[in-house]
C-alpha cells in the first residue's frame, strides 16, 4: 500500500507502533518447540516490528556451553590484558573487529559449538519462514563484549542493505528481507548496569523511515 500511496506512511507507522506498543506483540512465549502458533506470531512480529523476541528458545545446558566457548575464545585474544589485548587483536585478526571505544565483536568458532545452535530446530526454520526460502546460509556467530568506558552506541543497522536502496526507488517493492540477526544474552541484563539493545521498531520497512518512529 505504501508504494502506491505515501501518504499513508503516518498512518501505517502509527499502526505498527499500536501493534508493538504491547510487548506480547513481539514476545513468543513457549518457542522451545516448533508450531505453527509460534511461526505465525514470530512471523508477524518480525515483519511488522523489526524484532521479535523468542521465550525458551534455548536450554540452559545449551546457552552455558555457548557462555563457556565465548569465554575462552575471548580470553584467548585478550592475553590477559582485557580490552587492550582485544584491541591489540583488532589490528592484526580478522576475528577481532573494534565497535566504538572499549567495545569488540569477536567472532566464535562456529563448529565447536553445539549443532543445536548452529542448525537450531526452530530458529532455523523461522528464519527460513520470514526470508521465504529453505536455503537459509549462516554467515557468522560471535560475541559482543564492551568493558568499562564503553561508549554509547548510535542506532545503526547491522548489516548493509543489499536491496533496500533500490526498492525505495521503487524498482524492486515486493522482495523479502534478505537476513536476519539473532541475539542471545550470554549475561544477566540489568537496566540500571548494562542494558540490553535498543530496536526502533518498524524502522527496517524503508517506506517508514521518514515518518516518526518512536524509540525503544
Known amino acids: 500500500a505504501l508504494d502506491g500511496d505515501r501518504s499513508q506512511a503516518p498512518a501505517a507507522a502509527e499502526a505498527v507502533a499500536t501493534y508493538c506498543d504491547d510487548l506480547q506483540g513481539v514476545r513468543?512465549?513457549?518457542?522451545?518447540?516448533?508450531?505453527?502458533?509460534?511461526?505465525?506470531?514470530?512471523?508477524?512480529?518480525l515483519r511488522i516490528c523489526g524484532v521479535v523476541s523468542l521465550g525458551e528458545l534455548m536450554d540452559e545446558e545449551t546457552l552455558?556451553?555457548?557462555?563457556?566457548?565465548?569465554?575462552?575464545?575471548?580470553?584467548?585474544?585478550?592475553?590477559?590484558?582485557?580490552?587492550?589485548?582485544l584491541a591489540s587483536a583488532a589490528l592484526s585478526d580478522p576475528r577481532?573487529?573494534?565497535?566504538?571505544?572499549?567495545r569488540f565483536e569477536v567472532e566464535l568458532p562456529?563448529?565447536?559449538?553445539?549443532?543445536s545452535v548452529v542448525a537450531h530446530g526452530v530458529l532455523h526454520p523461522l528464519v527460513g519462514l520470514v526470508?521465504?526460502?529453505?536455503?537459509?546460509?549462516?554467515?557468522?556467530?560471535?560475541?559482543?563484549?564492551?568493558?568499562?568506558?564503553?561508549a554509547l552506541q548510535d542506532h545503526h543497522a547491522d548489516t548493509s542493505e543489499?536491496?533496500?536502496?533500490r526498492?525505495?526507488?521503487?524498482?524492486?517493492?515486493?522482495?523479502?528481507?534478505?537476513?536476519?540477526?539473532?541475539?542471545?544474552?550470554?549475561?544477566?541484563?540489568?537496566?540500571?548496569?548494562?542494558?540490553?539493545?535498543?530496536f526502533e521498531?518498524?524502522?527496517h520497512i524503508s517506506r517508514l523511515r521518514d515518518t516518526e518512529l518512536r524509540t525503544r
Open 201 to 203: 521498531l518498524g524502522s
Open 96 to 102: 577481532v573487529r573494534g565497535r566504538g571505544r572499549n
Open 110 to 115: 562456529a563448529l565447536a559449538l553445539n549443532a
Open 28 to 45: 513468543v512465549e513457549g518457542a522451545s518447540t516448533f508450531s505453527p502458533r509460534v511461526a505465525r506470531r514470530f512471523y508477524a512480529a
Open 64 to 85: 552455558q556451553a555457548v557462555v563457556q566457548l565465548e569465554a575462552a575464545t575471548r580470553s584467548s585474544f585478550e592475553a590477559g590484558q582485557g580490552g587492550k589485548g
Open 162 to 165: 543489499i536491496v533496500d536502496i
Open 131 to 150: 526470508l521465504g526460502t529453505a536455503g537459509v546460509e549462516l554467515d557468522a556467530i560471535s560475541s559482543v563484549v564492551a568493558y568499562p568506558g564503553a
Open 167 to 198: 526498492r525505495r526507488q521503487g524498482e524492486l517493492p515486493h522482495l523479502p528481507p534478505h537476513g536476519a540477526i539473532a541475539i542471545v544474552p550470554l549475561v544477566p541484563l540489568d537496566p540500571t548496569k548494562n542494558g540490553g539493545t535498543q
